[in-house]
């Protein structure tokens, strides 16, 4: 089992920058996939990023390809998310979530563990 706690949101104007943390309490972090999602107001909780246990292969949302990457530290227990260039669109909360064994990284229902969220608002 796994507890996820993340940090680092906050209010940024358009075109700035945020680094998301996650961090991971409980054992074998490293054997869980570690994903991105967020949840705008009214909308449904969406993929964002994930990426795999060794910390190589990833994936993300087209909305965010080229604009946030996504790191994990397993010695850290931690997993992070670097947004630049960030829009008004992309304000929502950020949760950080663990999967065991997905078969579809941007399936939400596939991760068994979720941080309480990180609230990112971006100015227009």
């Known amino acids: 089992q796994v507890q996820l706690v993340e940090s680092g949101g906050g209010l940024v104007q358009a075109g700035g920058s945020l680094r998301l943390s996650c961090a991971a309490t409980g054992r074998a972090f490293g054997r869980y996939v570690m994903g991105w999602f967020r949840q705008a107001s009214g909308k449904q909780r969406e993929f964002v990023a994930a990426?795999?246990?060794?910390?190589?292969?990833?994936a993300y949302a087209d909305s965010v390809k080229g604009r946030f990457t996504i790191a994990r530290d397993n010695a850290e227990r931690a997993v992070y998310l670097q947004m630049n260039s960030l829009v008004f669109e992309d304000t929502a909360v950020y949760y950080c979530?663990?999967?065991?064994?997905?078969?579809?990284?941007?399936?939400?229902?596939?991760?068994?563990?979720w941080g309480q969220g990180t609230q990112v608002t971006v100015s227009s």
């Open positions: 990426i795999n246990r060794s910390g190589g292969p990833t």
């Open positions: 979530a663990a999967a065991d064994a997905p078969s579809l990284w941007s399936n939400r229902l596939e991760y068994g563990y």
